[in-house]
């Protein structure tokens, strides 16, 4: 079983609905991080987190620590948020990332 | 403050040749990492150096692949005699060396082997 879990494993969705992609680990971990990459592209750091909530935008995470559990939300969606997007864990400070397989998003117009 | 560079973007090689990536980590990073993604396959950890150490190697294939992080220039992932296996999108992540978890990654550089 991977360390990282990710749901669905692919999505698609309609312009302006809401998203919600989610990450279980079964780890301990000091952080965990959500990254986009849209195809044939480099990789994009959304979001860190080791406790609670984070929004930037449109976008939000948050993370259960007991439950070993994290979600992305997507508000508003819109066909330019098209990409895959990665769930990663660091079991300690500065140590190396355990990635999900990710969730590949198509939203149509 | 320009971000993690990497070079070259894409890169093609025949069967036994030799592939070096390069990666510039954002100025002030000292530890980078270096990760592959394989087609349709989910990003794999493959090297963990800082300035000329090697700290963590366990995803490194044990045969062909080296990787450096020299005193001065950029990091290099080498790959010797190259099969079709190889092939794939080389990602490096560089972070700073305080205490945390920022990282940041590179564009990534694709390696077809023919």
């Known amino acids: 079983k991977n360390e990282v879990e990710q749901s669905p494993q692919n999505l698609t969705a309609q312009e302006g609905e809401f998203i919600t992609i989610n990450c279980s680990y079964s780890?301990?971990?000091?952080?965990l991080h959500w990254l986009q990459q849209h195809p044939g592209g480099g990789i994009v750091s959304l979001f860190m987190?080791?406790?609670g909530k984070k929004k930037h935008g449109r976008l939000i995470a948050t993370i259960n620590i007991q439950e070993k559990h994290s979600s992305l939300h997507i508000t508003a969606s819109h066909p330019r948020d098209s990409a895959v997007y990665i769930c990663?864990?660091?079991?300690?400070?500065?140590?190396?990332?355990?990635f999900g397989t990710g969730t590949r998003l198509a939203v149509r117009p | 403050n320009a971000g993690v560079m990497q070079n070259p973007r894409h890169l093609v090689r025949r069967r036994g040749q030799e592939a070096r990536l390069r990666c510039s980590p954002m100025k002030g990073h000292s530890h980078v990492y270096w990760y592959r993604q394989l087609p349709e396959e989910g990003l794999k950890f493959m090297v963990y150096l800082q300035k000329e150490n090697i700290i963590d190697e366990s995803g490194m294939p044990k045969e062909r692949f080296s990787a450096e992080f020299p005193k001065e220039g950029p990091s290099i992932l080498r790959i010797q005699q190259v099969v079709r296996g190889d092939s794939a999108a080389y990602f490096c992540a560089s972070s700073p060396p305080s205490i945390g978890n920022t990282i940041y990654f590179g564009e990534g550089s694709w390696l077809t082997v023919v």
């Open positions: 990663a864990v660091g079991k300690s400070s500065g140590d190396k990332l355990t």
């Open positions: 987190l080791s406790s």
């Open positions: 780890v301990g971990i000091s952080a």
